[in-house]
């Protein structure tokens, strides 16, 4: 069977931490998915939190920092969730369906890091919320960017100020990584990319890495 058609209604996420690289990496996924012959109009690139006009506006509160009143680490949590139900019933599942392969920068595995592991939310609640919002709608591959915290950060500095997560202390990001390094150990149809690398190792780790889940479709 031709890579396209392979390819065709699958899902895949990019995860990690601030910096690591993952709008990066879509540029990279793009040239390989030109390689596959996957035509353009066939290709759905999401983000989250965002993706549709109600979650975009959703973004903007978890993101913004109002005076005087802190954002509840389970209301953060929830909006996580009701803007990947928007993004995943009106852009992720009408896409797989028409056929479209979708690359998705960050999906569930964030919420389960940065909520989980950052605010130390229970991982059962999430994964309660997770089965009431989404049921078993999942990645079909995950690329983990793995990268130490200080030089995501550093990074994320330099292309602009840092928003209300990004100022969290140094802890709570290594907090976050060790959820996600657990979960990609756990999950077969994940790998981790070594993201400290030059652009051009990333880039072959990526290639490399796809090539082998394109072989095992
Ligand atoms: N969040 C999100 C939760 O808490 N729970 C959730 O459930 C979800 C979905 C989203 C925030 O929300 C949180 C996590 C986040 O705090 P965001 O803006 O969508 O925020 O995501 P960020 O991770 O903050 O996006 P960044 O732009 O910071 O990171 P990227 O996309 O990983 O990095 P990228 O590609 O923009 O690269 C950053 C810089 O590094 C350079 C790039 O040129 C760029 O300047 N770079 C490299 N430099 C050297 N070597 C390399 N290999 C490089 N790769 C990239």
């Known amino acids: 069977m031709p890579a396209n058609n392979k390819l065709a209604g699958k899902f895949i996420v990019i995860e990690g931490l601030e910096g690591a690289g993952k709008t990066t990496a879509i540029g990279y996924i793009k040239k390989w998915l030109a390689l596959q012959n996957m035509p353009i109009d066939k290709i759905t690139y999401t983000r989250e939190p965002g993706g549709t006009e109600l979650a975009e506006r959703m973004r903007d509160i978890v993101k913004m920092e109002i005076q005087g009143e802190t954002l509840q680490d389970k209301a953060e949590l929830l909006i996580m969730y009701a803007t990947r139900v928007q993004l995943v019933e009106h852009v992720i599942k009408p896409a797989l369906s028409d056929g479209h392969i979708v690359i998705g920068d960050r999906h569930n595995w964030s919420s389960l890091a940065y909520q989980g592991g950052g605010r130390g939310i229970n991982p059962q609640l999430i994964e309660e919320i997770k089965q009431v919002s989404l049921g078993d709608f999942n990645a079909d591959f995950t690329l983990y960017l793995d990268i130490d915290p200080e030089l ?25 990584r060790q959820v996600f390094l657990t979960l990609v150990s756990q999950h077969n149809n994940a790998v981790k990319i070594d993201a400290g690398e030059t652009p051009e190792l990333v880039e072959k780790s990526i290639f490399s890495q796809l090539d082998n889940w394109l072989a095992s479709l």
Request: no cysteine; proline share 0%; glycine share 12%.
């Open 152 to 176: 995501g950060l550093h990074r994320a500095r330099g292309r602009g100020e840092l928003d209300r997560i990004e100022r969290l202390a140094i802890d709570f990001f290594e907090r976050t």
